[in-house]
C-alpha cells in the first residue's frame, strides 16, 4: 500500500489555546475541524507521514527535503513561550525521495539546509496530529518552491511512487493558509480577489477536482496573497490517479486570513483522475500554440536564448530569416517575463552589430544571463518564460517633459555621458514624470544635475 489519503490545513498560531488565549474561540469550527482531520489521519494506520510547509526552507527552483533523525520548534518568533514540538524524521524515506528525484534530474533533495528547527507551518499541524495519537509515527518535511504548479504535481507523484517502492502507508499533510486578504482590517487588508481564491480554492478541495488547483494565474494568487496553493498540489500529485472520498470539514476567516481543512480518502484507483497527465497535454498545446503566434524576430530570441543556456554556445544565426532583420540595423531591447514578472531586460540604444537578427541573438542571451537585478535563466525556466522585442527607432531630441507620451514614446537621458533609457508602455509607468526619473535613475544621475532628453519610438514584437 502506498499513499493511503491526505489533509490540507491552515497553520495560524493563534489556534492554539497558549496563542490565542481566549481569541481562538473565534476559530472553534476550525479547531473541531482540525481534531476530526487529525483523527482521519490516525484512522488511515500511516507508516509515514509528509508534511508539506510554505515556512520551511524554501528555494526558487529547489524543493528542500529537510535532513537527519528528526527536529523541534517553537512560537518564540510569535513571543509565545512553553509551545514546543519534536518529531522524528523517516530519513529512509527522505533518502530514496532525493534518490528517486536525482535519478530523473528533479530538483528536490537535502541539500541547503539552513534552520533544521520545525517551522510554524509544521507545528501547528504536528501538534494536532500528536494530541491524535500520531506522535511516533515518523515525519518527512518538504518545503515548496518557486517552480511552477507541474513541477510541484509531480513532486506529489515522486512521494508517491517513494511510498509504493518502500511498502508505507503513507499520509500527505499539505500546511497551508489561503488568501490573507479577506478584511480590511486584517493583516494584509483587503483585495476582491481574496474571498473569490477562497471559493475557488474549497470549491477544488470539496470535489477532489485537483486540476484546478493549477489552473489560477500567478497574478491571480499574489493579488489573493494566498499561502497553502503550492502545498494542496503537492498532495494532489500524491494522489494522483486515484479515487478518493473527499469531505471539506470547514472553512472560516474570521481574521482576514482564509482557513480551509478537507479530507481525501483513497479508495482504489482511477485513470481518470489522473490530472498530471492531462495538465502537461494542456502545457503542451499553450506552447504549440505559443509557437504559432509568436513572430520571427520572438521566435529568434527565443531560440538564442535557450540554445545558450542549455549549449552555453551562442546561436549562429540561422538561415530563412526575414530580409529587414539581415539588412536593417537598429537598436534592440529584448525582455522576458516569467509568470507576468520581469525576468530580464537588456538592449542596445544604437545598432553595434551587423544587422538586427544579431543584435537579437546577443541581446536575448544578455537578457537571460548578465541582468544585474536577477540570477541567469536556468534551464528549468525556459518553457515559462515571454519573450518580447522591442526594435528602437532613431532618436529625436525633446525640449521638454510635455513632448512625452508613455504609451508612445520611450525615452532616453543623457548627463556628462552617462544615459539612461526607458521603454515605452510599461506596466507601472503612467505619467510622462514617472518616465524620466526612472530613465534618471537608471542612469546614475542625481537629482539638481542637468540633463537632456531624447524620445523615439519601438517596433515591440512579442
Known sequence: MAVVGGIAVPHPPIILPEVGRGEECRIEKTILAYRTAAKAIADLEPDTIIITSPHTVMYAEYFHISPGKGAEGNLEQFRVGGVSVETKYDETFAAELTRMAQKEGFPAGTDGERDPSLDHGTLIPLRFLQEAGLGNVPVVRIGLSGLNAGKHYRLGQLVAETAERLGRRTAIVASGDLSHKLKEDGPYGFAPQGPEFDLK???????????ELMEFSPAFCEEAAECGLRSFIIMAGALDGKAVDSWLLSYEGPFGVGYGIAVFSVTGDDPARKFGKQYCEKQKRRLAEREVSEDAYVKLARASLEHYVNTGAVLNRPEGLPAEMLHDRAGVFVSLKKRGKLRGCIGTIEAVRECV?????????????????????????????????????????AESIEELDVKRFGVIVTSAGRRGLLLPNLEGVDTPQQQVEIALQKAGIGRGEPYSIEKFEVIRHK
Do not use: C, H, M
Request: aromatic letters at 6%.
Open 201 to 211: 480554492v474549497t470549491e477544488a478541495l470539496a470535489k477532489a477536482n485537483f486540476v
Open 357 to 397: 537578427a544579431d543584435e537579437i541573438i546577443r541581446n536575448a542571451v544578455s537578457a537571460g544571463t548578465e541582468d544585474p537585478r536577477f540570477v541567469p535563466v536556468s534551464p528549468i525556466e525556459l518553457e515559462e518564460l515571454a519573450y518580447s522585442v522591442d526594435v528602437l527607432g532613431q532618436a529625436q531630441a
